[in-house]
């Protein structure tokens, strides 16, 4: 039985490198195709753009060989975890991205744990009784956030808690000043991800409340759950037992789905609260033509999509045993 | 201000100094000041980039030979005093000892020769242009340098500011010969009286004093903070709730400066901006129809309300202009400018003579407007000449660009009508030659050069022969003609006079000393706490 | 039909959400009754409040009339949505139904494309489709639907592969039905309800895109949707804070009116009943 998981996670594994290089040669086509010269841009910044310069600086970064040539430069630099350097800082890529993706982690992961550690049990709470006031109050409140645009959303918080209320900091990670390292320092941190990541949860607390909520009462409904009721065994061991272990497969789904938005979704609430992210890092990448970086972030984003992926998948195959061979459940 | 003074410019430099010395009340040292930098730059070495944000932060880590009073003589900094033969064609420069870079080497004569013989030429087209016009540059001992002419070229000061001429350590690019990719860039080593302490992408740049700054007892602030901020509210936020100390123009939109600057304990300045000398450009493509003719161009003028665009766009921060100099210009001359009030009734009249009549649905023509893309200010502006043509009869599309997209398209002559603004810089000869010289083929080079592809021989000639005109009469008159010429062929629109306001709590003494502003090193900048 | 209906009035937050929608449909169909001609005239004094006479939600900063810009950008907005989902839906159950019926082979290869599209960050991959293509309404349209329409793709293949055992189906391939019949006339029919339910997010979801393409400024400056003048109002959130906060709530009352209905039409397809397939 486990040979045949351990099979199956195998396959997983091969498609998912599959899958990443087909990211990468398309992202890097379509970047390539973008109208608008980067060595035009650099150009553009140190003053001029007389001829010469502008081919020296193609020369540079190679711009001046074939596209499939520096496709397959750039693809084997990937094999080797070399990412480059950027156009505009002159810098190494890996150097730039390790800036900034722990802040985006902190963030997005912070507001994914908070939307699941309330969404699940909202969600099952309205799942009990559906129809009733409690359900159609938890399901209205929660498609209400969800429908809020995250900027008004965040704007909105901003001026409460910070200009209002002066409860929590209006922008940024940290406060200046603060040394390094140390306690005081993650409180700091703390104090400054309350706004941002509580603004993103809330957000997606409505999905999974949802997906729960449709779950929990899918399963509810199913044979065995009334057959267990039935033969009288206690109503918290059938929740414990049968009703969430399968009611969370679906939202094991969802949360795997999230991964990819752990990186390119955190965009609109980095800018709002100018939290040092790589999502604001891609969008300021992509504004200067600086395709160096987006392409790495485009990779980093996938290369973590797929990690989560592979854990979705085997958190999956151990936690449902009717999962084995067939195909992928949606 | 005439050249011709500047031979007794030792004097100057020195009076200079001890006028911006001397204070009614006394600086006290130490404290912290907060800034905002928008958008992050790539890089804070000014050498290499010289851009806004990068020259805000750069300015307080480099130094140039000289800066500027607001009235626009040249005060020392690197160089302790300066002499220019009488035939204007020899500039020495006696350099300032006892200097060091902030990894402790000493400052000679040998990094200023390296800066402006290898370094700028390399990386900065301006310089290159400009020092092109020497003949030779030598460095006679350790602490003099000295630039002999071609020809008279009373511009050539005007580059020697920290932006223009920025001083590079030489012991950093031993053995380096491409400048623009050298890793050594990336370490910020310049004479300035603040160095880096940390750069936290993504949230700040921390700079503090330089300990052994040769301008004893200066810097009086300890530490610099330039806080990232992307959204314009925030910024906002950030000053209203103390978080910042200075609000720069751009940081936030004008009309919120106005409003910040009626709190308690906030003051609003307008200086700073003089050796800048900021204009705003409505470029016409003199090379496409319908803008080869002279009656369009002009209808145009007509057809836009200035004023509008000053009090409404800007919030009320500008100034009326009719030709091309900044007023604080020297050789500005009024009496000669063909002026143009906003009349649209003659705007049609000039269109109909052109042979524009209106088509249906009232068009007369349909053209692509390449807005200016550096945020909503700029965007409104495009909408709103996108109105003030349609009422003449122009239709106008507001083209969809980002800055990469603007800048090849205004500089390949690819659009109708574009947005821009320039710094005019105090001298002529470096600011705005290159807006009006006849370019030979399809590439105007930079924004700020002639991308509306305006021809025109005398405009030629006379350029050039003020350029280098060492007498102030003759090049005033040179300088008349051509705002003559111009202002009756109006290639461009000059909008408005840019007024820039700083806004920071009245605790911030000095903040605008010099003619460079925000972009002066701070040495003298301190904070009453 | 009736069923529906009935199923709605019992709820009332249904009602409510269709009765926000009718309200918005009707301004967007109305637009030019209500306002007629161009709203992007300057036609008062600039950054009038709210509840300034004649000028309901107040003026911009140039002196354009709010209202009449929401009005007429309720047709923008809901046009970019409208056409990114129809879009989103037509390719996401071609894909789906394809991948869910045929399985093997064609399944994998079908959901390896899907999951590449997972894999890539959807906004911002939307931001640089549009960045490549210059913004423009088609542009904004194409860049949506292109990250949308893996949802719907999965969706259809989960109903497809979950009915294609059935007997009814197993009776349909005997009898010689073309395997296109079967799928388009047969199983298609049965996985409507919660096809809709899906097209109802993915709408809802690409107001909320494209609000956010336009608050980043990358929206279409020429096509005034509720997002655009969401962005030209961003920087002034402070002083008028009308600006972003009427097309806002304008966002907002829309987006949540279409998923409280889809949420309606969820209720109405419960789970039980989802199993009686319709041949």
Not at chain 2, 468 to 478: G, V, W
Not at chain 3, 56 to 64: E, Y
Request: proline content about 6%.
């Amino acid at each position: 039985m486990w040979s045949v998981r351990l099979q199956f996670l195998f396959w997983r594994l091969i498609k998912s490198v599959v899958v990443l290089l087909a990211v990468v040669v398309l992202n890097f086509t379509v970047l390539r195709l973008a109208p608008g010269d980067p060595a035009l841009v650099l150009a553009g910044e140190q003053g001029a753009a007389d001829a010469a310069f502008v081919d020296q600086i193609r020369a540079d970064f190679g711009l001046d060989r074939s596209i499939p040539e520096q496709l397959g430069i750039y693809i084997r630099s990937l094999a080797t975890f070399d990412l480059g350097l950027s156009f505009r800082e002159q810098r190494p890529i890996s150097q730039i991205i390790g800036e900034r993706l722990p802040a985006t982690l902190l963030l997005t992961l912070t507001a994914l744990a908070v939307s699941l550690l309330i969404g699940i049990p909202l969600g099952a709470l309205a799942a009990r009784r559906p129809h009733r006031a409690l359900d159609v109050a938890l399901t209205t409140i929660s498609t209400a956030f969800f429908a809020m645009p995250l900027f008004w959303t965040g704007l909105l918080a901003i001026i409460l808690f910070s200009v209002w209320l002066n409860w929590l900091p209006s922008y940024g990670m940290v406060t200046v000043g603060i040394p390094a390292g140390g306690l005081a320092e993650l409180l700091d941190v703390l104090w400054h991800l309350t706004l941002p990541a509580l603004t993103l949860a809330l957000f997606y607390v409505a999905i999974y409340l949802r997906v729960t909520r449709a779950a929990v009462i899918e399963v509810i409904g199913s044979d065995f759950v009334r057959t267990a009721r039935a033969t009288g065994l206690p109503a918290a061991r059938i929740w414990r037992q049968h009703i969430l272990r399968n009611a969370l497969l679906p939202v094991i789904t969802f949360a795997s789905l999230q991964a990819g938005h752990l990186i390119g979704g955190s965009i609109i609430v980095e800018t709002v609260f100018a939290w040092p992210g790589i999502g604001r890092l891609a969008f300021d990448a992509l504004l200067q033509r600086d395709y160096n970086l987006l392409l790495s972030i485009f990779f980093a984003s996938s290369v973590i999509v797929m990690v989560f992926n592979l854990l979705a998948d085997s958190l999956y195959a151990f936690v449902d045993p009717r999962i084995d061979a067939g195909p992928a459940p949606a | 201000m005439f050249p011709g003074h500047w031979t007794k410019s030792f004097a100057f430099g020195l009076a200079a100094l001890a006028c911006a010395s001397t204070f009614a009340y006394a600086q006290k040292s130490g404290g912290t000041l907060n800034l905002i930098v928008q958008p992050e730059p790539p890089t804070i070495n000014v050498g290499v980039n010289r851009l806004g944000p990068a020259s805000f932060i750069g300015s307080k880590i480099y130094e140039g030979l000289i800066s500027f009073t607001p009235k626009l003589e040249p005060r020392p900094e690197l160089a302790e005093s300066w002499a220019i033969s009488p035939d204007g064609l020899t500039y020495t420069f006696n350099l300032r000892r006892g200097v060091t870079w902030h990894d402790g080497k000493p400052f000679t004569s040998a990094d200023a020769l390296f800066s402006f013989q290898k370094f700028l030429p390399a990386v900065f087209f301006r310089a290159k242009l400009v020092l092109s016009e020497a003949e030779s540059i030598t460095a006679p001992d350790d602490y003099t340098i000295v630039f002999k002419l071609k020809a008279p070229f009373p511009g050539f000061i005007q580059i020697f500011e920290v932006t223009g001429g920025t001083i590079m350590p030489a012991h950093l690019y031993e053995g380096v010969t491409d400048y623009r990719t050298a890793p050594a860039n990336q370490q910020f080593i310049g004479t300035g009286p603040f160095k880096v302490a940390e750069w936290k992408r993504g949230s700040y740049i921390h700079l503090v004093k330089n300990d052994a700054y040769w301008d004893k007892g200066k810097p009086y602030l300890n530490d610099l903070y330039f806080h990232v901020i992307p959204d314009a509210n925030s910024r906002s936020i950030a000053f209203e709730t103390g978080k910042v100390d200075v609000l720069r123009a751009g940081d936030v939109e004008n009309f919120d400066i106005s409003r910040l600057a009626n709190e308690k304990g906030v003051e609003l300045t307008e200086a700073g901006w003089e050796f800048l000398q900021p204009i705003g450009y409505l470029h016409l493509n003199n090379r496409r129809k319908p803008f080869d003719d002279v009656r369009v161009r002009q209808a145009v003028a007509y057809a836009i309300d200035r004023k509008f665009i000053i009090e409404t766009i800007f919030g009320g921060f500008g100034r009326e202009i009719n030709g091309p100099f900044y007023s604080t210009k020297l050789y500005r001359d009024t009496s000669v400018e063909t002026k143009y009030e906003f009349n649209p009734e003659k705007a049609k009249k000039l269109l109909d003579e052109a042979g524009l009549k209106p088509g249906p649905g009232g068009v007369r023509a349909e053209i692509e407007l390449l807005p200016l893309p550096y945020g909503e200010l700029w965007q409104r502006q495009a909408e709103y000449v996108r109105d003030a043509l349609g009422a003449v009869g122009i239709k106008a599309n507001i083209a969809s660009v980002d800055v990469a997209g603007w800048f090849q398209r205004l500089t390949t002559f690819n659009y109708d009508i574009g947005h821009n603004f320039v710094y005019t810089l105090s001298d002529p000869a470096i600011g705005i030659n290159q807006t009006y010289l006849t370019v030979k083929g399809d590439n105007a080079g930079t924004s700020g050069g002639n991308v509306q592809g305006y021809s025109n021989a005398e405009v030629d000639d006379i350029l050039i022969k003020a350029a280098h005109q060492n007498d102030a009469e003759s090049r005033a008159k040179l300088y008349s003609r051509f705002q003559e010429i111009v202002t009756r062929d109006v290639p461009l629109i000059w909008t408005h006079e840019m007024v820039f306001p700083t806004v920071f709590r009245n605790k911030v003494h000095n903040l605008t000393l010099t003619g460079l502003g925000t972009n002066e090193n701070f040495a003298d900048v301190w904070i009453d706490h | 039909m009736t069923g529906l209906l009935r199923s709605f009035v019992r709820h009332p937050s249904t009602l409510l959400g269709l009765a926000i929608l009718l309200g918005v449909l009707a301004v967007a169909l109305g637009a030019d009754l209500i306002f007629p001609g161009n709203p992007f005239r300057m036609v008062a004094r600039p950054n009038l409040p709210p509840l300034s006479p004649g000028y309901l939600l107040g003026t911009d900063m140039l002196g354009r009339d709010l209202t009449a810009a929401i009005v007429h950008g309720s047709r923008v907005t809901l046009t970019i949505a409208g056409f990114a989902t129809v879009i989103a839906v037509v390719v996401g159950t071609a894909v789906g139904a394809i991948a869910g019926y045929y399985g093997a082979l064609i399944d994998d290869a079908i959901m390896g494309i899907t999951e590449f599209f997972q894999a890539i960050p959807s906004f911002l991959f939307a931001i640089v489709l549009i960045a490549i293509v210059a913004p423009s309404r088609a542009s904004i349209i194409f860049a949506i639907a292109a990250v949308s329409w893996p949802s719907i793709a999965r969706l259809v293949r989960a109903e497809v592969l979950s009915l294609r055992n059935r007997d009814f189906v197993r009776a349909a391939q005997v009898g010689g039905l073309s395997d296109m019949r079967i799928l388009f006339g047969h199983i298609m029919p049965n996985a409507i309800s919660p096809l809709l339910v899906g097209a109802s997010v993915v709408m809802a979801t690409s107001i909320l895109i494209e609000s956010g393409i336009s608050f980043l400024g990358l929206g279409d400056r020429n096509a005034v949707s509720w997002g655009y003048l969401i962005g030209t109002g961003r920087t002034a959130v402070r002083m008028n804070w009308w600006l972003s906060a009427m097309p806002g709530l304008a966002i907002f009352l829309t987006v949540w009116s279409i998923n409280l209905v889809g949420d309606g039409l969820s209720t109405w397809l419960d789970p039980r009943t989802k199993q009686r397939p319709r041949p």
